[in-house]
């Protein structure tokens, strides 16, 4: 639930519109596109998390299969590319609560309110954060099935002339868009020492949750087009509810797309929030950031790493325009994966033939090595200040991280811990501090 709650989200309820302006009636050739790329990747996370089974995510996948200052830079590449992708989400949940109640709340106030109350529930722990997801899952699938359903009774096969005649450059520049709406499939391997039996569950987890929000993206893309034009769902903030108030006329209809967008973008935040801060944890406990990042509550709860990533998410909100900072979150995100599918190549040398199966076969490491080119070809269709806030970003990582060595050597600060104990001090999923009290 975690990862399905973290990927069916901003992408189907908002993203898709934005998608759908580049790509037109091909939207669901981009979708298809990006699918793929995200499961070459999503091999490369499996084939790693089939050996490290610690929270960290990125970070501790490429520190655990290449060296520290690679997990590192990949690690502070996923964390912001997630922080800002909080900020922009939060604001498209607020845009949506005005489209269901008919109100007008300032979205960046209410934005800082969402994401301080995600903020809270994570703190009172993974277990209800869990349970929390759960029902959003499936409410959101509930209505997305709806909204197909009723896309059959007003569908306008005309809508789709000229798909399989689109212009690949507008498909893979849609491609890169949507690509935002499957970033989350790797959000459970930064909890992957809070589950039960994370060799086995992190690595069906991620190909599953792909496997299944493909075909829903595709099933509702191709509902939405069948209702309306793209342009309609490009100039729309709410798009799915857009597509059934101008082919159906039926304002309750829209008003239930809506909620289930309030639901969608609820879940990414939530996850968001809870991937970021077990990442950071990850990192204060190494020593990589400062040891306080690490500190864990009464409940074993990483809240301090909780706090700094609402506030980094509160502090984006009154900077981000939606597409922009959608484009950017998934430049640094997408950068952030490459180091995993570098990672997947170095430690799938180590482990041929050792079982049976596709992740130890001599010829897996074609696997990363398309995922790489893949990653190439989605960065060149983003936009130019994206791929500039990315690799300003990592520039900076990889300073950070020069002076903090040099700091080191040099005797001014303790050195970071090199051995990481097999199973963290994290409470295992389940525990929560509700049931303590």
Known sequence: MINLGAIIGAGIFVIIGIAAGKAGAALPISILVSAVVAILTGLSFSEIAMHVSKEGGVYEYAKESISPVFGFVGGIMWIFGNIVAVAAVSISLVSYVNSALGTNFPATYMAFAVIIGFAIVNALGIKHSARTLAVM????????????AVSFFFFKAGNFKGMLHGNPSNILSGAAIIFFAFTGFSRITTVGDEVKNPEHTVPRAIIISIAISALIYIAVAAAALGLVLPHYLANSAAPLSTAVLQATHIGILAAIISIGGIFATGG???????GVSRVLFAMGRDRELPKQVSRLDSFSTPINAIIIATVFSIAFVAFVSFESIVEASNALILLA?????????????KFVGKRKGLLYSRYFSIIPLLG??????TVIYLGVTSIEIA?????FAIAYYAIKIALENAGYTSKRILVVPAHSIVRQFGRSRMRAQ
């Open 337 to 349: 994966y490459a180091t995993i599918d570098v990672s997947a190549i170095n430690i799938a040398r």
């Open 372 to 377: 790489l080119i893949s990653i190439a070809f």
């Open 137 to 148: 899952v499936l409410l959101n699938i509930s209505i997305l099935i709806l909204f197909v």
């Open 268 to 274: 990414v935040v939530l996850t968001g929030i809870l």
């Open 391 to 395: 690799f300003g970003i990592m520039l």
